[in-house]
């Protein structure tokens, strides 16, 4: 049986409707569960053409450029934009789609203009050579392994020293405690002297007290300074005497 089978479609708030353009067998169920077997027969009048057909089908509502790379396919054929011109652009399209790209192989190497600017740049950064490297290298290694060297042999020889030094930070510790301890006896023997002066029970806070406690410590002071001159002055004698 000879028919005209199309299928409708809604594009852009029109129906359209696409005829077959090639003949087929379709296998429809019947109500019997039976395989039936139709031979539809198409015809080309008023036909859409293959680029309406492909707009119609395209459901993702991407453009042709994404399109293509979902499938795998060449983006573009012929560039769009301005960086497709480019060399890089170019060099990236055929090493991902090959002869199919259209683009010619010999952009995949370096121009002599490239390679002068590469060789260029590489003496600039690079000034040195590898063994200059390499050796460059080895020299800061063994600076650094010097270095950690003579730390740890510091440090083996601090730990040594530490229980001396340990001692060293008590009896300073102690000696300090000895001269406050010695200080404050000192300072508690003027007050007492300063209240058999007067006689009475005196306040420490009044003023005679204050000046009394400020005259003694005046002269303690002298008479430390003149014990200290009449030992400096025995020494230098004894001095004179034993080179005598």
Same mark, same amino acid.
């Given at each position: 049986?000879? %028919? ?6 809604? @594009? +852009?708030?029109? %129906? ?17 569960? #039976? ?5 539809? %027969?198409?015809?080309?009048?008023? +036909?859409?053409?293959?680029? #309406?057909?492909?707009?119609?089908? $395209? ?16 983006? =573009?054929? %012929?560039?769009?934009?301005? @960086?497709? $011109? ?10 991902? =789609? ?21 060789? #260029?740049?590489?003496?600039? +950064? =690079? ?9 460059? &290298? ?18 083996? #020889?601090?730990? /040594? /020293? ?15 405690? =000895?001269? &406050? ?48 001159? /009449? ?14």
């Amino acid at each position: 049986m000879s %028919v005209i089978a199309c299928r409708g479609f809604n @594009f +852009a708030n029109q %129906v359209s409707k696409i005829p077959f353009i090639r003949c087929f067998l379709i296998r429809s169920m019947s109500t019997n569960n #039976e395989i039936q077997e139709i031979e539809v %027969v198409s015809t080309e009048e008023n +036909a859409l053409s293959e680029k #309406e057909i492909e707009q119609i089908c $395209n459901k993702s509502r991407l453009s042709n450029g994404h399109r293509n790379l979902v499938n795998g396919r060449l983006p =573009y054929n %012929v560039p769009v934009h301005r @960086f497709h $011109n480019t060399v890089k652009f170019k060099r990236r399209m055929y090493g991902r =789609y090959g002869d199919s790209s259209n683009v010619y192989p010999g952009l995949a190497w370096p121009t002599s203009e490239d390679l002068e600017d590469q060789l #260029e740049y590489e003496r600039v +950064a =690079y000034p040195m050579t590898i063994q200059e490297m390499q050796n460059n &290298a080895l020299t800061r290694l063994d600076k650094e392994y010097q270095e950690i060297h003579m730390r740890q042999k510091k440090i083996d #020889e601090n730990m /040594k /020293k530490l229980n001396s030094w340990l001692k060293e930070v008590k009896e300073k510790k102690e000696k300090k405690i =000895y001269e &406050a301890q010695i200080i404050k006896e000192k300072k508690e023997k003027l007050i007492e002297e300063v209240k058999k002066h007067f006689g009475y029970k005196i306040d420490p806070k009044d003023d005679r007290f204050k000046e009394m406690l400020v005259k003694r410590e005046k002269e303690e002071k002298k008479k430390v300074k003149e014990e200290k001159k /009449k030992l400096r002055e025995e020494k230098y004698i004894n001095t004179l005497k034993s080179n005598e």
